[in-house]
């Protein structure tokens, strides 16, 4: 029998990726619920060559379009937030694959746990705004989070087979599209060149996220909820190679690592397929072509963002929540060239050192904390750029 995939995100840089892996495997994968932001004639456009049972575009002015666009195929349309969140639980659904950006992706992954759907989940801000929250809830739910983002990818395929808890997690980290610059220049940085990613070539936040290593703090908080580690357990190297996606160090001194050239679809057809692997037409990595793997430390002063996330980490609460919005905000507002790229971490310190804070959120707390990060976040970079 076919998975029925939802693909919450479908025109993304994740979304696109998953579907290729559905075109590979038209035996295995049946693409039920499509879902996107605002990008409805691509939506429109999968939607049809998939042949979706139903598709969600979030922003409700374009519901009309992607109706019209549609109005020759039996295909239903919905639209609005509210709606990713309740088509996830249809029955015609199996797996979802949360490829949203962004705290957009918390209430639908919750949803699907509800309903009792595995989770392929790309959407890191789930577990960073609420770890807390939804890793209970799968576990009484008995449903399956499995991660697509690399390194957690990695680091539970070297799990995989192991009897032992492991002694530490180390995320391999490309150090993103600035760190060859010294500090000093941070200041000056243009979104063209955050945006410079060299390894991997994904959506625009999550880009930003890598030249700040925020994505790496937000990916310490995620290892944190999937595997069940203390943050002193998660370390972090830099990789520049991109080779090694994660490693696992055992007690016995034995590390596992993942390797592989960086190319996403791996990681979301292992999601998929998980405990099987599919045969896929990559690129293989060659040692004897690429003899030289590196390592290094982490510049945590150029980096302060690694080091916030560690904190909200050992905070708990919504802490990590009021660092996320704060870092959407200050995303936005960089690239649409508003801040400067220092601002980014300004803004989440300013956001941190404001907020309210609640230990043990609810759904709505962390609404709430998200909002009010927002707020403080739009205060800091109107206050500087004033
Ligand atoms: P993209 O920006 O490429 O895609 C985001 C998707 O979400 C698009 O389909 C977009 O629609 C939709 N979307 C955006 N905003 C909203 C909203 N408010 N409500 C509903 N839908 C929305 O992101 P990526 O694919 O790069 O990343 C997706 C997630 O995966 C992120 O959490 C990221 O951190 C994670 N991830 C990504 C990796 C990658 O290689 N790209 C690697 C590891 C993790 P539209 O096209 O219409 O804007
Ligand atoms: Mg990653």
């Given at each position: 029998?076919?998975?029925r995939?939802?693909?919450?995100?479908?025109?993304?840089?994740?979304?696109?990726?998953?579907?290729?892996?559905?075109?590979?495997?038209?035996?295995l994968?049946g693409?039920?619920?499509l879902t996107?932001?605002?990008?409805?004639?691509?939506?429109?456009?999968?939607?049809?060559?998939?042949?979706a049972?139903s598709?969600v575009i979030?922003?409700?002015?374009?519901?009309?379009a992607?109706?019209?666009?549609?109005a020759?195929?039996p295909i239903?349309?919905?639209?609005?937030?509210?709606?990713i969140?309740?088509?996830?639980?249809?029955?015609?659904?199996?797996t979802v694959v949360?490829?949203?950006?962004?705290?957009?992706?918390?209430?639908?992954t919750?949803?699907?746990?509800?309903?009792?759907?595995?989770?392929?989940?790309?959407?890191?801000?789930?577990l960073?705004?609420?770890g807390?929250y939804?890793?209970?809830?799968?576990?009484d739910k008995?449903v399956?989070?499995?991660?697509?983002?690399s390194?957690?990818?990695?680091?539970?395929?070297?799990?995989?087979?192991?009897a032992?808890?492991?002694?530490?997690?180390?995320?391999t980290?490309?150090?993103g599209?600035?760190r060859?610059?010294?500090?000093?220049?941070?200041?000056?940085?243009?979104?063209?060149?955050?945006?410079?990613?060299?390894?991997w070539?994904?959506?625009?936040?999550?880009?930003?996220?890598s030249?700040t290593?925020?994505?790496k703090?937000?990916?310490?908080?995620?290892?944190?909820?999937?595997?069940?580690?203390?943050?002193?357990?998660?370390?972090?190297?830099?990789?520049?190679?991109?080779?090694?996606?994660?490693?696992?160090?055992?007690?016995?001194?034995?590390?596992?690592?993942?390797?592989g050239?960086?190319?996403?679809?791996?990681?979301?057809?292992?999601?998929l397929?998980?405990?099987?692997?599919?045969?896929?037409?990559?690129?293989?990595?060659s040692?004897a072509d690429?003899?030289t793997?590196t390592?290094?430390?982490?510049d945590?002063?150029?980096?302060?963002a690694?080091?916030?996330a560690?904190?909200?980490?050992r905070?708990?609460?919504?802490?990590?929540?009021?660092?996320?919005?704060?870092?959407?905000?200050?995303?936005?507002?960089?690239?649409g060239?508003?801040?400067?790229?220092?601002?980014?971490?300004?803004?989440?310190?300013?956001?941190?050192?404001?907020?309210?804070?609640t230990?043990?959120?609810?759904?709505?707390?962390?609404?709430?904390?998200?909002?009010?990060?927002?707020?403080?976040?739009?205060?800091?970079?109107e206050?500087?750029?004033?």
């Amino acid at each position: 029998m076919k998975q029925r995939l939802a693909i919450l995100g479908s025109t993304g840089s994740i979304g696109r990726q998953t579907l290729d892996i559905v075109r590979e495997n038209p035996e295995l994968f049946g693409v039920s619920v499509l879902t996107a932001g605002s990008n409805w004639q691509l939506l429109a456009q999968q939607a049809v060559e998939f042949d979706a049972d139903s598709v969600v575009i979030a922003d409700k002015s374009l519901y009309q379009a992607l109706c019209q666009a549609l109005a020759l195929h039996p295909i239903k349309v919905y639209a609005g937030a509210e709606a990713i969140a309740q088509v996830v639980s249809g029955s015609q659904v199996d797996t979802v694959v949360n490829a949203l950006v962004g705290y957009s992706g918390l209430r639908p992954t919750v949803a699907a746990i509800e309903a009792g759907k595995k989770v392929a989940l790309a959407n890191k801000e789930t577990l960073v705004v609420g770890g807390a929250y939804v890793m209970p809830l799968a576990m009484d739910k008995q449903v399956p989070i499995i991660p697509i983002d690399s390194e957690h990818s990695a680091i539970f395929q070297c799990l995989s087979g192991e009897a032992s808890a492991p002694k530490r997690l180390i995320l391999t980290c490309s150090g993103g599209a600035l760190r060859d610059l010294p500090r000093e220049a941070l200041a000056s940085v243009t979104p063209e060149q955050a945006l410079r990613h060299p390894q991997w070539s994904m959506g625009a936040k999550i880009t930003i996220d890598s030249a700040t290593l925020v994505n790496k703090g937000f990916e310490v908080i995620e290892a944190r909820w999937l595997f069940g580690f203390p943050p002193e357990k998660i370390d972090v190297v830099i990789h520049p190679q991109s080779i090694i996606h994660s490693m696992v160090e055992f007690a016995d001194g034995a590390i596992k690592a993942q390797m592989g050239t960086p190319d996403m679809h791996l990681p979301i057809s292992y999601a998929l397929t998980y405990p099987y692997r599919l045969p896929r037409p990559a690129e293989r990595f060659s040692f004897a072509d690429n003899p030289t793997l590196t390592f290094g430390r982490v510049d945590r002063e150029k980096y302060p963002a690694l080091d916030i996330a560690y904190d909200c980490l050992r905070r708990g609460g919504t802490a990590a929540c009021t660092m996320n919005g704060a870092n959407e905000v200050a995303v936005a507002s960089f690239l649409g060239r508003r801040c400067g790229f220092n601002d980014i971490a300004g803004a989440i310190t300013y956001a941190l050192s404001k907020a309210s804070f609640t230990a043990a959120p609810s759904l709505d707390d962390y609404a709430a904390a998200d909002a009010e990060a927002r707020v403080l976040a739009r205060e800091y970079i109107e206050s500087k750029h004033a």
